[in-house]
C-alpha cells in the first residue's frame, strides 16, 4: 500500500517469510501487533503527519529523532534490542549530481522495520519490486542486508564509472588536446571527494554493524553483512586510489603547462639571443654623430647588412656549439 499524496507514509509491506509480502493500508498497520510476522514501514519524515505514524511504534527518543533528523552522517548503533543503521547512497534519480548522496535512515527489531527519507533513494524501489515479484527479503534482518546491497551495487557502479572516465582523461592527457582535459579532470576529483566522504564513514558503520549484530539475526544475515561491509571497504579503496590517480594526473597536467611555457620561452630566447648582436649593431650605427663610417658611401647599407647577418650566422653558431639550439 502507497500513502495517499500529502502522508508520510510511502509504502508499508507485511513480509510472507519466503520473499514476499503484502501491501497494507492505513487501518491494517494501526492494527498490526509486534510478534507477529514483520512488518516493514517506508515513510518521507518531511511530511507533517510523520509524527503520528512513528509515534505509535513505541520506538526510543534517541530513534524517533535520527528517524526525523535532516542531517545525517553513516553509522550504526544498537539501543536495546534494535538497531538504528544510517546510510548514504549515490544519487541515480534523473538529473541529480551522483556525488549528491541521498541519506536513508533504518530502525530494525526482530519483527520491525522503520526507514525514512527524505529524497527518493532507488535501492528501496528495487526492494520493494523484488517484494513484488516473490524473490525479496525474508526477514527484517533481512531486508536490512537487501538495502545495504542495492546501495553497495550502485556505488559500485559509481567507481567504476569514475574509474573509466580517469582512463579517458589518461588516454587523451599526453596528446594535443591535453588542455582540454582539466575541466573534466577538476569535475571528477570533487565528485570523488564528496562521495568519499560518505562511503567512508559508512565503511566504519557497516563494520560496527556487522561485529555487533541482533541477537535475533542469524549466523548466514551475519555473513552477509560482512560481504557488504568489505565490499564497501574496496569500494573505498578504490576511490582511495581513483584520488592518487586523479592527482597525478592533475600534476602531469601541471607539468605538461610547465613544458609549452617553458619551450616557448626556450624558443624567444634563442630569438633575442641572435638579434642582440643586430640591435648592438644598428644601434650604433643609428647614433646621430659625425664620423659614422658609410655614411657617404653608396655601398654603406649594403656592407651594414653583410656585417649584420655576419653577426646573426656567429651568433647562431655560437649557440649551436654550446648546444644550447
Known sequence: MSGSEGSALLHACLLDGSGGAAELDSGQVAAWQRGSRPLWLHLDFTKGDVDQWIDGLDLPDV????????ETRPRSL??????LVILRGVNMNPGQDPEDMVSIRVWVEKDLVVTSRRRRLLAVQDIRASLAQGDGPKTSADVLVHLISRLADRIGSFVDHIEEELLVIEEHMTGEDAGEQRRPLSELRRQIANVRRFVAPQRDALDRLYRNPGSWMTDAE?????????RITRYVEDLDLARERAIVLHEEYQGLIA???????????IVAAVFLPLTFVTGLLGMNVGGLPGVESDTGFVVSVIVMLLCAIAAALFLRWKKWM
Open 63 to 70: 530513534v524517533l529523532d535520527e528517524l526525523t533528523d535532516p
Open 259 to 269: 613544458q609549452q611555457q617553458n619551450n616557448r620561452m626556450y624558443v624567444l630566447s
Open 222 to 230: 551475519v555473513q552477509e553483512l560482512r560481504e557488504e561491509a568489505d
Open 78 to 83: 544498537g539501543i536495546g534490542e534494535g538497531l
